[in-house]
T-cell receptor
Framework: NAGVTQTPKFQVLKTGQSMTLQCAQDMNHNSMYWYRQDPGMGLRLIYYSASEGTTDKGEVPNGYNVSRLNKREFSLRLESAAPSQTSVYFC???????????????FGDGTRLSIL | SQQGEEDPQALSIQEGENATMNCSYKTSINNLQWYRQNSGRGLVHLILIRSNEREKHSGRLRVTLDTSKKSSSLLITASRAADTASYFCATVHGSSNTGKLIFGQGTTLQVKP
């Protein structure tokens, strides 16, 4: 049981390049999330998908787009990468979005992205 | 905006000692979660405590919640070197049904053998 799988694990981009980060979960979860983690900070939510066919903005959505391809897969796209987007990106999933934070989230091991 | 704030930011103890981490939050909550992150890995869910609970145990973990003070603490008893990690609390605003967890900045725990 792989859980949440993120690809690639590492990537270096040049400013202005585009890239898609992939995420897949095999737990039959309905909800999926993309976070970024910067040094000395907690995780910040970029986008989330409460259920297949829906997506919505989180705290820091600017410069990103997402696609909920199907129930298993949720991708994050950087259309024109900027150095400020250098970060570690985590994908997570939960059974449902829950009410009042009632659902634990399961995380992948992250994609480490550097933009030069 | 940060809903949860952990204290201390860093903690170093000897194996066998207890470790206590604190989390404060700003708005009313229904649930509070604690996560662990080992170096280079994703977060792992440890425990969830509901707003009507004051204390919850899971193995060597004890979590308390004081809604009047908007604070929670995570106690790890008889710590081991394997407990070395960063620990985060996470909440959502009120009864929001979006699953939009807001994380604190975390406490980095080092357990020396």
């Amino acid at each position: 049981n792989a859980g949440v799988t993120q690809t690639p694990k590492f990537q270096v981009l040049k400013t202005g390049q585009s890239m898609t980060l992939q995420c897949a979960q095999d737990m039959n979860h309905n909800s999926m999330y993309w976070y970024r983690q910067d040094p000395g900070m907690g995780l910040r939510l970029i986008y989330y998908s409460a259920s297949e066919g829906t997506t919505d903005k989180g705290e820091v959505p600017n410069g990103y787009n997402v696609s909920r391809l199907n129930k298993r897969e949720f991708s994050l796209r950087l259309e024109s990468a900027a150095p400020s987007q250098t970060s570690v990106y985590f994908c997570a999933s939960s059974v449902t979005a829950g009410t009042g934070g009632s659902q634990p989230q399961h995380f992948g091991d992250g994609t480490r992205l550097s933009i030069l | 905006s940060q809903q949860g704030e952990e204290d201390p930011q860093a903690l170093s103890i000897q194996e066998g000692e207890n470790a206590t981490m604190n989390c404060s939050y700003k708005t009313s909550i229904n649930n509070l979660q604690w996560y662990r992150q080992n170096s280079g890995r994703g977060l792992v869910h440890l425990i969830l405590i509901r707003s009507n609970e004051r204390e919850k145990h899971s193995g060597r973990l004890r979590v308390t919640l004081d809604t009047s003070k908007k604070s929670s603490s995570l106690l790890i008893t008889a710590s081991r070197a394997a407990d070395t990690a960063s620990y985060f609390c996470a909440t959502v605003h009120g009864s929001s049904n979006t699953g939009k967890l807001i994380f604190g900045q975390g406490t980095t725990l080092q357990v020396k053998p």
